[in-house]
């Protein structure tokens, strides 16, 4: 078990209970404690000392079956983006990490409108976790490991039929832990976002993504009274022709849909 040290302090002081003595850490340095049983799961319970301010902490040990992610924010997290500090500390410590690795980095952060979860920003691009180098990351809950495993066997599994299909492509996910303020939240999924660099899409002249808001039907092309949002480009580069892929998607049959031939959406003969 490791003690995350908190960030912006001068001086960092640690005790486990009331009768120990303080014990003074430098900034860079990690407090270890040891426990007899390795299996066991919990939040242990310290005191805290920063800048002669004494805080009750129960949640500022981490387990290191899981990476954690780390994040300061100054003022509460709303859907407006606000400035943080993110500090990751993974289960490996490879040399070739070390460019993110327990290495304070700048972003901002919101909460997601659609569902919960929050938006990381991070100011310059990371390859986290041996994701993809982006600066743009989702947090999203998980209700048990069990569940965060499922999630990210799944996405794994449909990211390996790129090779036979090289339209198969999502998102990575790793699972982590994840820290607010020094508040544990819980178990989350750490995910690369659904956007023009999952796609390598490099411009917004021959190149659209929208999702739909509502997926009512039992398989694809199955959408109708769904509402569409175009997610790139962004919508002041916005035109008609989501309105004609939409119509596309809705109206032609499920024989013209699956053809090689008239089930692909052209600009040009649409």
Known sequence: ???IIPIGTKEVWVKLDEKT???QLDR?????LTSKNPNLIGVFKIFLRCDNLILDFTTTIYKQDLPTVMIYCSSGITTRSEK???IIYPVSYDPSQDSWAKREMSATIRARNSSNGYI???VNNEKLLNMREDDDWLLLPSKDIASALRTKFALDTYNSLNELDPLCKISHAEPIDLYLNY???GLYLLVERMDRKLFDLKDNLDSMIFKSEDWKGDFYPKTSNNRWEQIFPIDEDYNEYPLLLESFVQTVTDKEFFD???GIFSKTNR
């Open 1 to 3: 078990f490791e003690c």
């Open 183 to 185: 508040q544990y939240m």
């Open 84 to 86: 943080c500090t993110t």
């Open 120 to 122: 990381l920003e991070l």
């Open 28 to 32: 860079t340095e990690s407090f270890v």
């Open 21 to 23: 003595d303080w014990i």
């Open 260 to 262: 090689d031939q008239s």
